[in-house]
């Protein structure tokens, strides 16, 4: 029995529709495909013979009013190309804004600083980690130095190393520092340093601080530290050296080498030996990258004419 | 008698056609009018998908579409008279 095309299912008719419509854009890579599907099915021969008819029989609508009178309009802007490709790009940088704003917002696993939650947090040689508490106060994290955080950000241990907590503006933090089994607290605006070697130290950069014990309270002038376990004894005042490790260079104000190589070396698996114990009393002004050691030796040998020895087992060697 | 049987096979054929006509242009009534621009522009001036894009702002995508929305709908609405 040969079906009439109007008792052939609609999906076929469409399907014939569609594959037609392709056929007519020039797309002749379907060419092996309508065969396979004509061929499937003897109504899908037929439904596609009916739609030929239907596609020959539409010629004549030129005779009629309607086919005489067409004119092809620009379609409205939201259906046109360049429309929708502006608002792909458009939508593609919305998403793309908001994807940053979601991966770096703090407390991301991506974002720039990491907020601490309850967490131990190290640095590497010659790594400065920056950190973000959990009540948004910064905590900078010197070379080879370890903390632990409690999850409010309020209680920090300082294992090893030297942190510098930066306050957020406007705010006062309130902070527990413990060492050696006691508990200090300090609070402050600004910033301050905390050290555990050799002895736990705090030093105000910015801003006065207070640090107390269950018996005492003191309050500590910007540039000054205190040993903590010995709050009265003298304060000390802290060099530019020792003030500015946070940001990746040694500032040296007249400094003996001793103590520049000294600081140089904490940040370097590559260390410096001076072999000259008049090299190491010699003085030295500038700003060098803590991380590069050799440039370092070089500045010193060019400065007080020494000589840079490289060691096989990696160290250099600077003498007079 | 043996002149009629043609004349009348011609003037059934011509109504069938001319109605077959009117049913084209009432399927074609159904379409929105851009649809039925587009079909009209690709079947009567004969077109290209590409060329239709051009002139409207669509994708050649978007014309492909649109045709075989206009084919769909003719072939529905002929079929619905059988």
Redesign the interface.
């Known amino acids: 029995m040969i079906e009439?095309?109007?008792h052939i299912p609609?999906h076929m008719?469409?399907a014939?529709?569609?594959y037609?419509?392709?056929q007519?854009?020039?797309d002749h890579g379907i060419d092996h495909e309508l065969t396979q599907w004509l061929e499937g099915d003897q109504r899908h021969r037929i439904a596609f013979e009916?739609?030929k008819r239907?596609?020959h029989?539409?010629?004549?609508?030129?005779?009629?009013p309607?086919?005489q009178s067409?004119?092809?309009?620009?379609?409205?802007l939201y259906?046109?190309?360049?429309?929708?490709v502006a608002f792909a790009g458009i939508a593609g940088l919305v998403l793309l804004g908001a994807a940053t704003v979601w991966f770096v917002r703090p407390g991301s696993s991506l974002s720039p600083v990491t907020v601490a939650r309850a967490a131990s947090f190290s640095s590497e040689v010659g790594e400065i980690r920056h950190i973000t508490l959990a009540d948004r106060t910064e905590l900078t994290l010197d070379t080879n130095s370890q903390v632990s955080v409690n999850p409010k950000g309020r209680n920090l241990q300082l294992e090893v190393g030297q942190g510098r907590v930066r306050v957020r503006p406007g705010q006062r933090t309130q902070i527990m520092l413990k060492s050696a089994g006691a508990a200090y607290r300090i609070s402050a605006h600004g910033k301050f340093d905390i050290t555990v070697k050799p002895a736990a130290s705090v030093t105000a950069i910015v801003g006065p601080l207070r640090l107390s014990d269950e018996k005492r309270q003191i309050e500590i002038s910007p540039g000054e530290r205190v040993a903590v376990e010995d709050m009265d004894e003298a304060r000390q005042n802290v060099t530019a050296l020792e003030m500015e490790w946070t940001s990746g260079m040694a500032v040296l104000q007249a400094t003996p080498v001793s103590t520049a190589v000294n600081a140089i070396n904490r940040y370097n698996r590559t260390q410096i030996l001076i072999d000259s114990p008049e090299l190491e009393r010699k003085r030295m002004t500038g700003a060098f990258d803590v991380r590069d050691p050799l440039s370092f030796a070089r500045a010193v040998a060019k400065l007080f004419g020494a000589t840079v020895k490289p060691a096989p087992s990696g160290e250099v060697h600077l003498g007079l | 008698m043996d002149d009629a049987e043609p004349f009348a096979y011609d003037t059934i054929t011509h109504l069938e056609a001319r109605d077959r006509l009117v049913r084209i242009e009432a399927a074609m009534m159904t379409l929105k009018p851009l649809t039925r621009e587009i079909f009209l522009a690709c079947r009567l001036d004969g077109y290209s998908y590409a060329e239709i894009a051009q002139r409207t702002g669509l994708s050649v995508r978007g014309v492909e579409k649109q045709m075989s929305r206009a084919i769909k709908k003719l072939g529905r609405h002929l079929r619905a008279d059988d």
């Open positions: 009439r095309p109007s609609k008719h469409d014939a529709a569609r037609w419509s392709r007519q854009s020039g009916a739609l239907d596609w029989d539409s010629e004549r609508l030129i005779e009629v309607l086919g067409r004119k092809l309009p620009r379609a409205p259906m046109r190309h360049s429309a929708q």
